[in-house]
């Protein structure tokens, strides 16, 4: 860790509530709900947290029983509530939403239940300027930016403000046609590019909301060129039925103008894959900030964290860095291997 900065990386992002029917049951018949936490960028800090490194989450909570849960898993995951700030007014709301898991051929589901939530109140008047000083690196999304315009105006005027103060900037396009159309994705996203170090967009993404043809390493080499973009990361699953994924990812550093991959985890067995990609993401920054120019590490690192979060229940991520090690080492192996850790 640095000794210059107090954190390795801060989020700023909507905490939510997850509210699932237990096994596989369905929303509309069953009689119970499973309580989780989850969030994007929160499942991105706490796999990094879990890793070994200090983050942060910057967010607005309900200042009620609810926004005290959500505060308690993040500090379970080894996750700082520094910058959180609460909102005690009679309209406070966290935002929630209901999942429910797949069989196939049935296809997971969720409902949003997020409007007028008091994240959509966060201002950079809440925060003084010591926090664009206090990391080395600052993540947030494009479902962030699509949440309402004050969420948006405040992500852009944070990006710019760590920027100035010599922040590694890493964005997550992450659409969400429940949130925004494609054609304003596409022009608010572009705004905060000329800022972004590192992104991550996956090809379909690449192509539906930017309108990129070509194959993927000329769509991910076009990101770099048209903007100063020094990484992009590109996540590629396989879908063989709800239960059953394949995983790999592709990196491309533009400084080298290399491209990064290794074989895919091949049938992996899925119980949740909510925050999947956000774990690759935590992988891919854990990386970054601990190997800095080593890209075949990073890729390693995000690979193995998003595969084996397919296999945990919940949004978020439970994996320290030695099992994350193991993974990646029984990855790369050709022979026998054990089939319990002992």
């Avoid at 080395?136 to 969420?151: K, N, P």
């Avoid at 909510?274 to 590490?297: E, F």
Wanted: proline content about 4%; glycine content about 8%.
């Amino acid at each position: 860790m640095s000794t210059q900065k107090e954190f390795d990386l801060l989020a700023l992002g909507e905490l939510l509530l997850r509210l699932s029917p237990p096994n596989n049951e369905r929303i509309v018949r069953g009689d119970s709900l499973q309580k989780q936490a989850g969030g994007a960028e929160l499942n991105v800090v706490s796999g990094v947290s879990l890793l070994g490194l200090r983050t942060g989450i910057i967010s607005k909570l309900p200042d009620n029983d609810l926004g005290t849960y959500i505060k308690n898993r993040i500090r379970f995951c080894g996750v700082s509530d520094d910058y959180l700030v609460y909102d005690g007014s009679r309209d406070a709301r966290l935002g929630v939403y209901y999942y429910e898991n797949g069989a196939h051929p049935r296809k997971p589901r969720i409902v949003y239940d997020r409007m007028h939530t008091s994240i959509n109140k966060i201002s950079t008047d809440d925060y003084d300027d010591n926090l664009y000083r206090s990391t080395r690196c600052f993540h947030t999304s494009g479902i962030t930016l699509a949440l309402s315009e004050q969420t948006y105006k405040t992500s852009v005027a944070m990006i710019k403000k760590f920027k100035e103060n010599g922040t590694i900037i890493s964005f997550d396009v992450n659409f969400r046609s429940n949130l925004w159309e494609t054609a304003e994705a596409k022009a608010k996203i572009e705004e905060i590019l000329p800022y972004v170090d590192i992104f991550f967009c996956s090809e379909d993404t690449a192509r539906l909301t930017f309108g990129k043809e070509g194959t993927i390493e000329e769509i991910m080499r076009s990101f770099t060129e048209e903007y100063p973009i020094s990484i992009v990361a590109s996540t590629q699953r396989t879908v063989h039925t709800p239960k059953v994924h394949s995983f790999n990812s592709v990196i491309y550093s533009a400084k080298e103008d290399k491209f990064y991959q290794e074989k895919p985890y091949e049938n992996i067995d899925v119980v949740d894959r909510i925050g999947s990609g956000d774990a690759y993401i935590s992988g891919v920054l854990y990386g970054l900030l601990t190997h800095p120019g080593d890209y075949q590490k990073m890729l390693e690192y995000g690979n193995a964290t998003s595969s084996i979060k397919n296999t945990i229940p919940g949004d978020l991520p439970s994996s320290d860095l030695a099992e994350i090690e193991n993974i990646i080492k029984g990855h790369k192996a050709t022979g026998k291997q054990l089939e319990m850790d002992r």
